[in-house]
Nanobody, 127 residues
C-alpha cells in the first residue's frame, strides 16, 4: 500500500530550526517529484517547496526562499525539508506529497499536481 509519512515537526522558538522528513513505503519515491505543502488554521493549503525525482531541480515559495532547503535521499526513499530561521507565521501542518512528474517551475508548487499525500506533521513556532 502506497504511504507517505511525515515526521520531525514540533514546537520551536522563533529563529529556531527543524528538519522534516517524508518517508515513502509501497512505492519508489525516486520515480517522482515531491512537494512540501503547509496549511495554517483558516487558510488554504499552500506549496512550500518541491524537488525533482533526480534532485537536480528545486523550487521554493517566496516565503521559504533563503530559509528552507529541500533535499532527498533516494537510497532511503526519503525527502527532507530543512527549515531555519523559523517565524511564527511558519506555524502550520506540513504535508509532503508525491506523484508529480517534475518540479521545473512554480507551477509544481500547486497541490493539484500531486495525487499522493501524507497525513501531515504539526510545526508550531512560538516563544
Amino acid at each position: 500500500q502506497l504511504q507517505l509519512v511525515e515526521s520531525g515537526g514540533g514546537l520551536v522558538q522563533p529563529g529556531g530550526s527543524l528538519r522534516l522528513s517524508c518517508a515513502a513505503s509501497g512505492f519508489t519515491l525516486s520515480y517522482t517529484a515531491v512537494g512540501w505543502f503547509r496549511q495554517a488554521p483558516g487558510k488554504e493549503r499552500e506549496g512550500v517547496s518541491c524537488i525533482s525525482s533526480s534532485g537536480v531541480s528545486t523550487n521554493y515559495a517566496d516565503s521559504a526562499k533563503g530559509r528552507f532547503t529541500i533535499s532527498r535521499d533516494n537510497a532511503k526513499n526519503t525527502v527532507y525539508l530543512q527549515m531555519n530561521s523559523l517565524k511564527p507565521e511558519d506555524t502550520a501542518i506540513y504535508y509532503c506529497a508525491a506523484g508529480a512528474d517534475q518540479c521545473s517551475t512554480y507551477v509544481y508548487l500547486s497541490k493539484e499536481k500531486y495525487p499522493y499525500w501524507g497525513q501531515g506533521t504539526q510545526v508550531s513556532v512560538s516563544s
